[in-house]
């Protein structure tokens, strides 16, 4: 069983109590518990089963200016007095930085919870190998699926209490429900492998396992005997679940951190348009169920909403305490990062997208990280299938991809296809004049 | 003696009975302890950003029978906590029968000291030394924007309980120093990043003012691309220098080569063992035996001895790396690869030093030898498909090569290639192997584990390069 309010409550009191006594003079600490559990199948056998119970305590300690963090998983009290004592004792011997400090009292999250993160419902794991089993049972009724990856299922329940030495104290519960099949196909000689994912927050809102199984099956047959074609200048369109990448990539270049050190290619781009005049980009972080959802930040700063870019131009940074004083801004409670980011949908509809030009690359799979976010360089390995007309002609393997961020933001066509699959979403994305390299 | 049971209500006795009776009718399984204090210290933007020191005490209590795991891990080493996780594997388990193998071999080997890089320094000292650092990087140029410099120490104590009773131990140090400068000029910024480290005190790195070598190279690199221009696509022949760039084969070959993925044929390689899958004369080996090296361990992580495993012979495809489960199962020892990234992770086969010996040839003749290509230095992150067996790189230094000579540096390059078909694309193995400065950390199924990697230059006749210019 997760463990209750009150024992986390304890031992977060515990440490702010210790660590005043000991000499600092603002203190914060995270007390958390989660519990999962997974169970792996393969070729719809059990493979494994996994029970993870773990405590962790964080505790970050002032003294004026000065800062040091101790984390344990040990939470045994004695334990916890030791450590206690090593965070102030390290604090005293680190410099001073005066941008150091709890938040303001007033931007602490003081609400209600009435987003639904928690989800009581219990699987045993008997319940959790059928549901995937019958995931790869689908997946199965091709005959060119010749061998899974691997599949599973995994439940997630997590408490914690954060609390702080100007009066913050709140936690909450959250679950997690998620479920894979990931399978091999063959053909021919060629073999290929893909996935379906899916995560929520509530059980009964997961892809069912019928779903689940034949996109696995039908993304790794669409995949087999792919062509290499020629280096060209090309439009791509990006699958949703590698079109939210760039999201990722634009909320790490507009981090606070990033733009006080200026290491991002959107320094000083506030109220530049960034993009073309037909993007809007949100961060929620208040969508019932979502699954990016939360009340407040790791500082409890509430969590406000974003407009990040309207009509283009981009109107705000993801801004925490530390990084906020450095550019004179108060923390919009995104010290964790982003909640539930996502693209407002666009105007055309799929089948106008993959129609909008003669030939176009569809990209579904990329590897490689590629992103460089200081100069905007994006150069990933990719596979997908050549469109032409309209029609999904052949797979393509073994090509990258390269442009520059400052210039594919101005080229986005997005789709109307949004949904929250993850905590970061995209519609489907258009991108012209990209450079693929092949044969 | 345990030193895991000496503050518990628990003593070994009442653990180890509770381990053999749970483990009496599988095939394998252990309790595996482990003691974790580690440290950051980061320094960002000519402040101390961070100092966090961090323990980690649980166990992993794992039966295997046939091909399937139960594990269960918790921070709490109880009776109580141990009787929950046996139940726990035990109805996982039920209806299941194995045959308990008890011989592990016991060893004496060892290839780190006792060292306590966390403890044998103190925080004023490193601190003092991370602020000096900042002032020499910033004082090189006045094109240094910013500096990030971080020491990363860990001291991780294992213990490997066995029914019936064999304990066996290990104590590991590691640590890793890692400078970053951005750079700007003429409104182009750009990174250079170097690192060192190992399974020794940081004073290897440190004293006799080593650690300015290792900004000088962070600030050279960055430099360098600060010249570069627009990388070409399309397919061209590729020199890879010695040292770090064997990442490459850790990607491209040495994934394929790791037991599981063979066992459950997902891998391109499972059924090539005795072929030929390379060019003569390229040899390849992991090595978990290299005094002090990242990707080194007296035992793995199920408490095997590790040892050098020749997995390429001259071309020919010789073994692959096991750990104690996918062994079994393919009627083959355990070559000591069995690695996890903590208590709270599940045995998987990983890599330790993967090496690739010396050829003849030497670098020089390497690059006269190209008309057109590129000369790869250095990479950033890789990954790879075991499947379709295709892989990625992004390159973090890299130069053009016209008419048999070094040309401009190139930013943005991405390699891409297909592991088994560039094997044998090797075209010349050079006779300058280097082992990597000791950064490399391997992801796997999301468990990140401290490796090694080495090389000589290598011409590879043909590779996807990409790049924005066509």
Redesign the interface.
């Given at each position: 069983m997760i463990k209750e309010e009150n024992y986390l409550k304890k031992i977060a009191e515990t440490c702010l109590t210790q660590s005043k006594k000991l000499g600092s003079s603002d203190a914060s600490v995270v007390v958390m518990n989660s519990i999962s559990e997974n169970v792996n199948i393969?070729n719809k056998?059990?493979?494994?089963?996994?029970?993870?119970?773990?405590?962790a305590v964080t505790l970050t300690t002032y003294i004026g200016k000065k800062?040091?963090?101790?984390?344990?998983?040990?939470?045994?009290e004695k334990?916890i007095y030791k450590?206690v004592n090593?965070?102030v004792e390290?604090t005293k011997?680190?410099?001073e930085?005066e941008h150091n400090s709890l938040p303001e009292k007033e931007l602490h999250y003081m609400g209600d919870k009435e987003l639904e993160l928690y989800d009581e419902t219990h699987l045993d794991?008997e319940k959790k190998i059928d549901f995937i089993k019958e995931a790869e049972e689908y997946a199965f009724e091709s005959d060119k699926i010749v061998?899974t990856?691997g599949s599973g299922f995994s439940e997630n329940k997590s408490n914690f209490i954060l609390a702080n030495s100007n009066g913050f104290m709140d936690g909450y519960k959250t679950s997690q429900f998620t479920a894979y099949c990931e399978v091999?196909s063959k053909s021919n000689g060629s073999?290929?492998?893909d996935y379906e994912y899916t995560t929520k927050r509530f059980f009964s809102d997961l892809l069912k396992p019928e779903t689940i199984g034949r996109n696995a099956a039908k993304y790794a047959i669409n995949?087999l005997n792919p062509k290499?074609i020629k280096?060209?200048?090309i439009s791509i369109i990006f699958d949703k679940r590698i079109s939210k990448n760039f999201l990722t990539n634009f909320a790490g270049a507009i981090s606070s951190s990033a733009i006080?050190?200026?290491?991002t290619f959107l320094k000083d781009k506030i109220n530049n348009q960034v993009f073309n005049k037909s993007i809007n980009i949100i961060d929620r972080g208040n969508i019932i169920k979502g699954n990016g959802s939360r009340y407040f930040d790791s500082e409890g700063v509430k969590v406000d909403n974003l407009e990040l870019v309207k009509d283009g131009v981009l109107k705000d940074y993801l801004i925490d305490s530390y990084n906020g004083k450095k550019i004179n801004r108060k923390s919009n409670g995104r010290s964790s990062g982003t909640t539930n980011l996502y693209f407002e949908n666009g105007e055309l509809s799929f089948e106008d997208l993959i129609k909008s030009e003669k030939k176009i690359i569809y990209v579904n799979e990329t590897?490689?990280?590629?992103a460089?976010l200081?100069?905007g360089?994006?150069?990933?390995?990719a596979?997908g299938t050549m469109i032409e007309n309209g029609e999904f002609i052949y797979p393509v393997?073994?090509?990258?991809?390269?442009?520059?961020f400052n210039e594919m933001f101005q080229n986005i066509t997005l789709a109307n296809d949004l949904e929250f699959k993850y905590s970061t979403n995209s519609p489907t994305i258009l991108i012209t004049g990209m450079?693929?390299?092949?044969? | 003696m345990s030193n895991f049971f000496k503050n518990s209500e628990i003593d070994i006795s009442k653990a180890e009975k509770i381990v053999s009776e749970t483990l009496k009718n599988c095939d394998d399984g252990e309790l595996y302890l482990e003691d974790t204090k580690s440290e950051v210290i980061v320094l960002d933007d000519n402040k101390i950003k961070s100092s966090d020191y961090s323990t980690d005490l649980g166990y992993g209590f794992r039966a295997v029978t046939g091909e399937i795991i139960a594990y269960s891990h918790s921070n709490e080493i109880s009776e109580k906590s141990l009787v929950n996780s046996s139940q726990n594997l035990k109805s996982s388990l039920k209806n299941k029968k194995g045959t308990y193998n008890y011989e592990i071999k016991n060893t004496n080997q060892k290839f780190y000291g006792d060292t306590d890089p966390v403890e044998e320094k103190s925080l004023k000292s490193k601190i003092d030394i991370l602020n000096e650092i900042n002032s020499y990087a910033r004082s090189k140029d006045s094109s240094v924007k910013q500096v990030t410099a971080n020491f990363i120490g860990e001291k991780k104590n294992v213990e490997i309980l066995r029914a019936g009773g064999q304990l066996l131990k290990d104590e590991r140090p590691l640590v890793r120093f890692n400078v970053s400068i951005m750079v700007e000029k003429n409104g182009k910024k750009e990174t250079g990043v170097y690192g060192v480290g190992g399974r020794q005190s940081y004073d290897v790195y440190l004293n006799d003012d080593n650690w300015k070598k290792v900004c000088d190279e962070a600030f050279r690199i960055a430099t360098t691309n600060l010249d570069s221009k627009p990388s070409p696509a399309g397919e061209m022949k590729v020199v890879l220098g010695p040292g770090w760039p064997a990442i490459l084969i850790h990607e491209a070959v040495g994934h394929g080569l790791e037991g599981d993925f063979n066992r459950k044929k997902t891998s391109v390689f499972h059924n090539l063992v005795g072929q030929k899958v390379a060019s003569d004369g390229v040899t390849i080996i992991d090595d978990g035996t290299l005094d002090k090296r990242r990707g080194s361990l007296n035992i793995d992580d199920e408490g095997t001895p590790t040892e050098k495993t020749v997995l390429i012979e001259n071309g020919i495809l010789k073994n692959f790396m096991q750990d104690r489960l996918n062994a079994r199962l393919m009627n083959t020892k355990s070559t000591g690869n069995g690695r996890r990234e903590s208590y709270k992770h599940i045995v998987m086969p990983r890599m330790r030093n993967t090496i690739m010996l010396n050829g003849n040839e030497t670098q020089e003749e390497m690059i006269k030898s190209v008309d057109k290509g590129i000369f790869a230095v250095s990479f950033g992150g890789g990954q790879v498909d075991i499947t379709s067996g295709k892989f990625v790189f992004n390159c973090t230094e890299a130069y053009e090569i016209n008419n048999g000579k070094i040309g401009s540096p190139l930013k943005g390059a991405t390699l891409i290639g297909d592991g088994p078909s560039s094997l044998k694309e090797i075209l010349m193995v050079g006779n300058d192997m280097k082992l990597d400065p000791g950064i490399g950390t391997c992801g796997k199924a999301g468990q990140g584990v401290p490796v090694g990697v080495g090389q000589p230059s290598l011409l590879i006749d043909k590779m996807t390069v990409g790049g924005t210019k066509i």
């Open positions: 393969r056998q059990l493979d494994g089963s996994e029970r993870s119970d773990n405590l800062k040091a963090s101790i984390s344990s998983s040990n939470l045994n334990n450590l090593r965070c390290a011997i680190t410099p930085d794991n061998n990856n091999v073999m290929e492998r995949k290499k280096s060209e200048k006080a050190k200026g290491t590897i490689g990280r590629g460089n200081i100069t360089d994006y150069s990933v390995g596979s393997s073994e090509i990258t991809i390269a442009g520059n450079t693929v390299g092949g044969k | -």
